[in-house]
């Protein structure tokens, strides 16, 4: 089976207030592929995928919170058979910095 694809994305970091940063980023990968799937049957198939992150994270002196989310999406298609897919999540963090030679 041979594949052919094609992948773009986009990142962008944002600090609106100090302390505060916004990240988000997507990437977007159309597929195309033409085999055998078994002895007597050849296609083609067209798969996608897209994948999405934001987070979001505040900073002070002593302390920091953030919050991520994560997208994973496909489609796999072709002539006998349909799959599409997706994983989503949610992390979130609290932490709180220290300094041993001050």
Avoid: H, Q
């Avoid at 089976?1 to 962008?12: N, S």
């Avoid at 302390?19 to 055998?36: D, K, N, V, W």
């Avoid at 897919?85 to 220290?98: A, C, H």
């Amino acid at each position: 089976m041979m594949t052919f694809g094609i992948k773009g994305g986009y990142g962008y970091n944002w600090v609106p207030l100090p302390g505060l940063t916004i990240g988000l980023e997507c990437s977007f990968i159309p597929c195309l592929a033409y085999g055998r799937k078994n002895s007597d049957k050849s296609g083609y198939s067209f798969m996608l995928n897209n994948r999405a992150n934001i987070s979001v994270v505040y900073n002070n002196d002593r302390w920091f919170f953030g919050i991520i989310g994560r997208s994973d999406a496909g489609l796999i298609y072709d002539k006998y058979s349909t799959l599409s897919n997706s994983v989503l999540s949610i992390e979130m963090k609290i932490g709180w910095r220290f300094n041993l030679w001050r």
